[in-house]
């Protein structure tokens, strides 16, 4: 027994001492990654094969039923349809991620190494998450441009620049926000950064994106068009041109007045153009000495020459007792969206009444008054309703001889 322990110890103590170990450089790491990515394909080449191969058919297939999508989209008759704005979508869908889409449905079962799937992860994060911003900005950019098709406006295509820009910049932000999410990077810093530099811009540059903002509303909500009427505060002017900072209108009596958009919106509107029946009135003036007979007998006169004129007759009635006048109501509707048809028809049922209540024997009052002149005691002097007989004139003296 001792002497087997004292040949061991002659054999320790002839042998070297063990290096220390030593720290693994990226070099030892990628010889790692290298090493069990080997292992991996010697051990699954079958599943890897087969992966590889449902893989390609499941590309195949994406690709086929894109291009299908397409020419089926492309073949819409109208433009800026919603089946064209469609095909413009699916033509943004790009084949690199198809590709990793397939990969990552089949990754699973070769059963790849934790860091080969992690970063076919990560890969199709990025990819899906860009392909899904470029399908929503060409939705909107697609949903914008129809709405300009359809109302052909000229601000609305000029302004399709600036749009472009802050949605590109807006989604690919969302966009770059949820991959450094899923990379596991804490983005509640960057998304109050970028609130506070949205703030700080919005601030800055208040005015013109009031103005934009308000021309976009303008466009989009449509309270009035160009080449319609308007009334706008006090002014009532036809509308020229819809800017992107302001609005152009030509009033009644020829002036232009440039209005910015936020100050057109602050204020009522109101748009004369639809406008399918306008309300006209009229308030006739008759004498104190018309009988009560022609009063009443008057609403059925004035409801006949509405209807003979071919306008709808809404009321007729006696409102007001004036100084000089009995006041009746005439109400009628005209049928038409053009103002000066509408200022025709009052016209032609103005001259209608005098005819019929000339013919009648009606008499329109004016201001008039009367005078009655009285002495200290009562007594009527002049005029009065019985003038007395002329007194006869005394006899002038005669001159002297």
Partial sequence: MTLSLLAAAQTAATQPAAAPSATPGPLDDL??????????????????????GVGLVIYALLTMARRFALKLAQSADADMSFTHIAGRVLHKTKSTVLAIVAIRLVAGYAQPPAVILQLIQFVFTIAVVMQVAIWAREIVL????????????????????????????ALFAI??????????????????????????????????????????????????????????????????????????????????????????????????????????????????????????????????????????????????????????????????????????????????????LGEAGYDFAYPTQTTFTAAPDGTMIMPYAESPKPRASAAKPGKPD
């Fill in 175 to 356: 966009a770059a926000i949820v991959i450094l999410d899923n990379m596991g990077v804490n983005v509640t810093g960057l998304v109050a950064g970028l609130g506070i530099g949205g703030i700080a811009i919005g601030l800055a540059a208040q005015g013109i994106f009031s103005d934009l903002f308000a021309s976009l509303s303008i466009i989009f909500d449509r309270p009035f068009r160009v080449g319609e009427t308007i009334k706008y505060d006090t002014s009532t002017a036809t509308v020229e041109r819809i800017g992107l900072k302001s609005t152009r209108l030509r009033s009644v009596n020829g002036e232009l007045l440039v209005i910015s958009n936020t100050n057109l919106l602050s204020k009522e509107i109101t748009n004369f153009a639809h406008l399918h029946r306008r309300r006209v009135s009229f308030v006739l003036n008759i004498i104190y000495q018309t009988s009560p007979e022609k009063l009443r007998a008057l609403p059925a006169l004035l409801e006949e020459q509405v209807k003979a004129a071919g306008h709808e007759f809404i009321r007729s009635s006696f409102v007001a007792f004036n100084p000089s006048s009995l006041d009746f109501e005439l109400v009628f509707d005209v049928f038409s969206d053009n103002y000066d048809e509408v200022i025709a028809a009052r016209g032609d049922v103005a001259i209608r009444i005098v005819a019929a």
């Fill in 31 to 52: 010889r790692h990654y290298w090493d069990a990515s080997v292992a991996w394909v010697n051990s699954h080449w079958l599943q890897i094969g087969i992966a590889i």
């Fill in 142 to 169: 697609g949903l914008i441009q129809r709405r300009a098709a359809e109302g052909h406006n000229e601000t609305l295509s000029n302004a399709m620049g600036i749009i472009r820009l802050l949605i590109s910049v």
